[in-house]
């Protein structure tokens, strides 16, 4: 299922841990890389890949919230709803987006472009209200600035896929 | 180091020394570090023995900056000597408290001197792999962080045989996936093995049971940062700055109803009001302030009536009733509705509770509920004791801090705003039979 190119990771990452089963976050993150979300099927590849049972698999996909469990929009917009966001209006730009995108927090769009979420605390407290939008934050958000990303992201702006270079491991393969 | 050299306080205001975010730009970069002297406070650490560099930070007074305040160097001699086990260092950049967005800044900046600390701190505790913990959202501080790692390891600071020194240490960054309970110190190393992230019943402490079963420490970013400076200036130096129980400077993130938010870096001791009004500019549309929170969401609130004389370190907030934490002070206007606040807060720690002390699963959940009745005005003033009862039935049963972290806010926000909280309650119901 894995690119070669991702089976290589993979073993890159083994070699940062004593165990196999501590390489399930990072190989979870490969996953999602690749397929943009975890699938039970992908679970059962991982589980074999690392010899790690499935149901653990399971336990770290349930537990950790930024593993998808389903497949999501291209764009997913992460509204950050805590404290210091919501004394800055965050509720406002929640409800601002749910009017521009047509959905309910929770759901993707019909064009499978955007799916909206709610969030906790994202430390960007100092330029609330804020949200993220698949590995970038975007901060100091008005509705205009909401609009004009949107705007972008409908255009195929602002998309990131590109650039989403692996987190670098030179430090291992210079090691060889 | 030659004169020119800027990092570790070496230039600049000696009453406000910037130690772990100079005002130096491109930092970031490992030529720019270097030139300002980084890297050097390494090797003079090298060249000490090890018992000398953990003997020197305990004896600058320097304490975590992660929210409890513990003393550090005390911390790094409970590592036991002598042991064929592999030793571990964590790095907790898992920043999720609400309100704290500090060590963020740290990671963009100045990756160098935190990457810098860890070698130190490794060198000192006899460490073979230091593990850095961030949190899954800071993608782009991941990245900033990987690339100053690559760099470091490119000229020989990490690896085999470190800066011509016989001392080879390894250090690797694990991102975490969304779990606020993976700050906690015991969930952070479940995460680390590649579990869900379910605190460790302690006893056995870390140093003597950590990560795979092996003696391991847990330091902060902003802790770990401060070590360069204090090896290249001596303890006496940074036992000077600030506050002479809780020394040093500190990253305080201001948030909230401010003209001017943002992270400051201030000696510990600097009073509240300075840096709300100072720093941060005063409060929008000048208005009074009701509530502050000194250090992250789960510190008990101060009032705004209250914030005189109030300074910002361990032990000065502890004589009001608060607490550090993680310096991230949430500033609330008079206008503030407090019990859509508390809502807020209480959300959250039931959203973040991992589910396995019964009084933290079910309490956080019944307070969420209950403050939600009160929004939606269907409250009533008993409902205040009805809380204040589960919070004490949490705080203090359950196996880890985030119990204590729910309950505080609840229980003292009650405490110090009963008339407040009473009022809305009644205006809420008012709103709702009107309707």
Redesign the interface.
């Known amino acids: 299922m894995f690119t070669e190119e991702n089976l290589r990771k993979v073993e890159e990452i083994k070699k940062?841990?004593?165990?196999a089963?501590?390489?399930?976050?990072?190989v979870?993150?490969v996953a999602q890389e690749q397929f943009g979300w975890i699938s039970e099927e992908v679970m059962h590849y991982i589980a074999d890949l690392l010899g790690?049972p499935f149901s653990?698999i399971l336990?770290?996909v349930t537990?950790?919230?930024?593993?998808n469990r389903r497949p999501v929009g291209k764009y997913h917009v992460q509204v950050c709803?805590?404290?210091?966001c919501?004394?800055?209006g965050a509720d406002n730009m929640v409800e601002h987006l749910e009017k521009r995108l047509g959905v309910k927090v929770g759901q993707t769009t019909p064009d499978k472009l955007f799916t909206l979420s709610e969030?906790?605390?994202?430390?960007?407290?100092?330029?609330?209200p804020m949200m993220?939008v698949n590995?970038?934050?975007y901060e100091g958000l008005t509705f205009d600035k909401i609009d004009r990303l949107l705007e972008q992201f409908r255009d195929g702006k602002g998309d990131h896929e590109g650039k989403r270079?692996e987190?670098?491991t030179?430090?291992e393969e210079?090691?060889g | 180091m030659d004169s020119n050299s800027r990092l570790f306080a070496q230039n600049g205001d000696p009453a406000f020394p910037k130690i772990v975010l100079p005002d130096i730009p491109d930092l970031s970069r490992i030529e720019v570090y270097e030139a300002n002297g980084g890297y050097s406070a390494l090797k003079k650490a090298l060249g000490m023995a090890p018992e000398a560099v953990t003997d020197e930070v305990k004896k600058s007074g320097l304490r975590g900056r992660g929210g409890a305040a513990f003393p550090t160097g005390l911390k790094w001699t409970f590592m036991p000597k002598g042991t064929e086990k592999p030793k571990y260092l964590a790095i907790n950049a898992d920043e999720s408290e609400p309100g704290s967005f500090k060590d963020r800044q740290i990671l963009e900046y100045n990756p160098h001197q935190l990457v810098e600390g860890i070698l130190i701190a490794s060198y000192a505790m006899g460490i073979t792999s230091a593990y850095i913990y961030i949190r899954g959202e800071y993608y782009k501080w991941m990245m900033i962080l990987q690339g100053a790692i690559d760099e470091a390891f490119s000229r020989g600071y990490i690896g085999d045989n470190i800066a011509g020194s016989n001392y080879s240490v390894n250090v690797y960054v694990h991102r975490g996936a969304g779990a606020y309970i993976c700050g906690e110190e015991s969930g952070l190393m479940e995460s680390i093995e590649g579990k869900r992230g379910y605190p460790r019943v302690k006893p056995p402490f870390p140093a003597q049971n950590g990560l795979w079963g092996n003696p391991t420490t847990i330091n902060n970013v902003e802790t770990i940062t401060n070590v360069p400076a204090i090896i290249w200036n001596g303890a006496e130096w940074f036992s000077k700055i600030g506050a002479s129980k809780h020394p040093g400077t500190l990253l305080f993130g201001v948030s909230g109803h401010v003209k001017n938010p943002g992270v400051f870096e201030l000696p510990s001791g600097t009073l509240l009001t300075e840096i709300i009004y100072n720093y941060a500019g005063g409060v929008i549309g000048d208005k009074k302030i009701k509530m502050v929170i000194p250090g992250g969401s789960s510190m008990p609130p101060i009032r705004g009536d209250q914030l005189d004389g109030v300074k910002m370190d361990a032990d000065s907030l502890r004589t009001v009733g608060s607490a550090i934490g993680t310096g991230g002070v949430i500033v609330m206007d008079e206008d503030t509705d407090l019990t859509s606040v508390l809502l807020r807060v209480a959300k959250f720690y039931w959203h973040e509770s991992c589910g396995q002390c019964t009084p933290c699963r079910e309490g956080t959940g019944w307070i969420r509920k209950i403050l939600q009745r009160i929004c939606d005005g269907g409250g009533k003033t008993e409902d205040l004791d009805l809380l204040n009862r589960i919070a004490n039935n949490i705080e203090g049963n359950t196996i880890c801090a985030l119990g204590d972290a729910a309950a505080w806010p609840i229980k003292f926000t009650i405490q110090r705003f009963r008339n407040e909280l009473e009022e809305e309650i009644l205006s809420k119901a008012r709103a709702k039979s009107a309707a």
Request: a positive charge.
């Open positions: 940062r841990y004593p165990t089963k501590a390489a399930v976050l990072p979870l993150w790690v653990h336990g770290v537990f950790y919230t930024m593993y709803a805590n404290v210091s919501m004394l800055r969030v906790e605390c994202l430390g960007s407290c100092g330029t609330a993220q590995d970038d934050y270079a987190i670098r030179q430090n210079s090691k």
